[in-house]
């Protein structure tokens, strides 16, 4: 029987195989404002709104993933909201990514703007979002400008 006994760093024997959780405290959880990746915490997503004659742009700062995708899709609805009969434009001219979440808000948020009869589009894209919405054919759906002034001026279709 002793040779299934071994020394644990205490002064009793525990049988080999099995653990002495007496000592051990569980931590405290973590809780982070942004998750981390490699200690490295991830970019955040900033949202203005700004009120024009001809409809409301939303300008995109940052990223759009599963922890901003809350956000964006509060300030899209609020916006489209505000605005019915309206044109809601997504200045996407700082925005540097966007995932699957922020996707199927862009989504929600056409077929809630066929509802009301208002225009959502897309303005001043990144390379990078721009090939995402190609992909996606999300660009087929809903329109796509280089410039924010041309998104605001052009005829509903």
């Known amino acids: 029987m002793n040779h299934q006994l071994g020394h644990r760093g205490n002064t009793t024997n525990v049988p080999v195989g099995t653990r002495s959780w007496s000592r051990v405290r569980p931590t405290a959880p973590i809780r982070q404002a942004r998750p981390e990746y490699a200690g490295v915490a991830m970019p955040d997503l900033n ?9 409301r742009v ?19 609805t609020e ?4 605005q019915p009969f309206g044109r809601v434009v997504l200045d996407c ?31 001043s894209p990144i390379h990078r979002v721009l090939q995402t919405l190609r992909v996606t054919s999300l660009d087929t759906r809903i329109p ?5 002034s041309e998104a605001l ?3 509903r279709a």
Do not use: C, N, Y
Not at 79 to 82: Q, S
Not at 109 to 116: D, T
Not at 144 to 148: D, K, L, R, S
């Open 93 to 123: 001219a700082d925005l540097r990514f966007i995932d699957s979440s922020g996707l199927r808000v862009l989504i929600r948020a056409h077929k809630a703007a066929k509802e009301q009869k208002a225009v959502l589009a897309i303005a």
């Open 144 to 148: 796509v400008f280089t410039t924010v």
């Open 153 to 155: 001026t052009a005829p």
């Open 47 to 55: 949202i203005s709104s700004t009120l024009h004659d001809a409809g």
């Open 79 to 82: 916006a489209l909201t505000t």
């Open 58 to 76: 939303l300008a995109l700062d940052g990223e759009i993933d599963m922890a901003t995708e809350h956000r964006f899709q509060e300030a899209v």
